[in-house]
Nanobody, 123 residues
Framework: QVQLVESGGGLVQPGGSLRLSCAASGFTLDYYAIGWFRQAPAKEREGVSCISSSDGSTYYADSVKGRFTISRDNTKNTVYLQMNSLKPEDTAVYYC????????????????WGQGTQVTVSS
């Protein structure tokens, strides 16, 4: 059974850090690009970051550039999103998603999705 499971969300104060994990089972991530998306209440789902399968190229939304870092460990079949200097506007449910080979910012382009993990940035 193909599955993506996110973990690592929680409540953090502004300026704090969290590391999200996206663990895959039922398939290998070696040939898949992994994107992180987020969705705040009453807002559309938006792309946050992505890492490709081919050369490990990474992409970031302007709003998180310099604060978030995406990485992958194919030996653990897991992708990470390190989030530093968190702001209240980062509050959302964060999802990881997989598609073959290359990154896309287009939500329907992804084949597999996790269930999401809540990130709340508040004092």
């Amino acid at each position: 059974q193909v599955q993506l499971v996110e973990s690592g969300g929680g409540l953090v104060q502004p300026g704090g850090s969290l590391r999200l994990s996206c663990a895959a089972s039922g398939f290998t991530l070696d040939y898949y690009a992994i994107g992180w998306f987020r969705q705040a209440p009453a807002k559309e789902r938006e792309g946050v970051s992505c890492i490709s399968s081919s050369d490990g190229s990474t992409y970031y939304a302007d709003s998180v550039k310099g604060r978030f870092t995406i990485s992958r460990d194919n030996t653990k079949n897991t992708v990470y999103l390190q989030m530093n200097s968190l702001k209240p506007e980062d509050t959302a449910v964060y999802y990881c998603a997989a598609r073959r080979y290359s990154c896309s910012g287009y939500v329907p382009a992804y084949d597999y999705w996790g269930q999401g993990t809540q990130v709340t940035v508040s004092s």
